[in-house]
């Protein structure tokens, strides 16, 4: 990505989207589909005893455009579910990775700050060290002036 911003995604938003869609699919989509195919199968064939080919190609149209209207429905109804499924999916997963890239950063953070403690303890350490050993030296200069050639 060129502005470098990444992904953004309004989970809360996607969250409310999937929720009303699911309940849409489940309260009109799924049992209208059913009630419209019931309907227009319910009302018996015509044309079919008939002696006209006319007719008989007319009644057998009409039946072909019926099983791609129920199949159309199946179909809408079927990648409704789908999407609202999706939509659900996207909003958990963006969660999770989420979540995960938290709990990563916080390990790295910790794992750092703990080197960082542990360096600045060794830089004190070693300060003080320095410290003490010349203030050693300098008590061991002190008695070499005021006590030449005595024992340490």
Do not use: C
């Not at 990563?104 to 794992?111: D, P, Q």
């Amino acid at each position: 990505m060129a502005d470098s911003k990444g992904i953004e995604i309004n989970a809360a938003g996607m969250q409310d989207f999937s929720t009303k869609l699911q309940d849409q699919v489940d309260k009109y989509i799924v049992p209208g589909s059913e009630l419209i195919k019931n309907q227009l199968q319910f009302y018996p064939s015509f044309g079919i005893h008939s002696a006209s080919p006319v007719v008989q190609s007319a009644a057998y149209s009409y039946w072909q455009r019926m099983e791609e209207a129920m199949l159309f429905l199946d179909t809408l109804s079927h990648n409704a579910a789908v999407l609202a499924k999706v939509a659900q999916e996207i909003v958990t997963t963006y969660r999770d990775a989420d979540n995960q890239s938290v709990e990563f950063l916080s390990a790295l953070e910790g794992g750092a700050s703990t080197e960082v403690t542990r360096t600045e303890q060794a830089n004190e350490d070693a300060l003080q060290k320095a410290l003490a050993d010349e203030q050693r030296d300098r008590m061991n200069e002190n008695r070499e002036l005021h006590n030449p050639g005595g024992s340490r």
